[in-house]
């Protein structure tokens, strides 16, 4: 697979959350703790302060990586793309943590989201991150 579809692979999977994001700013949920425990396993409100900087968030990133796949956007977009990467690996390895059944109850819905669509994304989506900036960088492209 190339770098360039790594890199649209990844963003659109950003997007598609932002999207989610945008959804959920414009149309609260009807029960949004019940919401916030299946996302995040935790009480978190669903407010315009919470949810703006998080589309803000997932939209530069979904660029950056974009751009770094592509040869462009110089040292900050590589950094957010490395950030990006990090982050995803982080949440990765406490998916398979909590996957486990440690520190979440195996019968609630974030249980069963993490295991079957957060967890396996996020390795995926960081395995791609990592793909790209190193074939970025093994190229030599200018990035």
Same mark, same amino acid.
């Given at each position: 697979?190339?770098?360039?579809?790594?890199?649209? $692979?990844?963003?659109?999977?950003?997007?598609l959350?932002?999207?989610?994001?945008?959804?959920?700013?414009?149309?609260?949920?009807s029960?949004?703790?019940?919401?916030?425990m299946?996302?995040?396993?935790?009480?978190?409100?669903f407010?315009?302060? +919470?949810?703006l900087?998080?589309?803000?968030?997932?939209?530069?990133?979904?660029?950056?990586?974009?751009?770094?796949?592509?040869?462009?956007?110089?040292?900050?977009?590589?950094?957010?793309? $490395?950030?990006?990467?990090?982050?995803?690996?982080?949440?990765?390895?406490?998916g398979l943590?909590?996957?486990?059944?440690?520190?979440?109850?195996?019968?609630?819905? $974030?249980?069963?989201?993490?295991l079957?669509l957060?967890?396996? +994304?996020?390795?995926?989506?960081?395995?791609?991150?990592g793909?790209?900036?190193?074939?970025t960088?093994?190229?030599?492209?200018?990035?």
């Amino acid at each position: 697979m190339n770098t360039k579809r790594l890199g649209t $692979f990844v963003a659109a999977i950003l997007v598609l959350d932002a999207m989610a994001h945008l959804y959920w700013l414009v149309r609260p949920a009807s029960d949004p703790r019940a919401l916030s425990m299946a996302v995040l396993n935790m009480d978190v409100p669903f407010t315009p302060r +919470v949810l703006l900087p998080l589309i803000l968030l997932l939209t530069t990133a979904a660029i950056a990586i974009v751009a770094v796949s592509r040869g462009r956007g110089g040292w900050p977009a590589k950094a957010v793309v $490395f950030a990006l990467g990090a982050g995803l690996l982080v949440r990765g390895a406490l998916g398979l943590v909590w996957s486990s059944g440690l520190g979440t109850d195996t019968g609630t819905p $974030f249980y069963r989201l993490n295991l079957l669509l957060y967890t396996p +994304v996020c390795l995926i989506a960081a395995g791609s991150v990592g793909l790209v900036l190193a074939r970025t960088r093994r190229t030599g492209a200018r990035v």
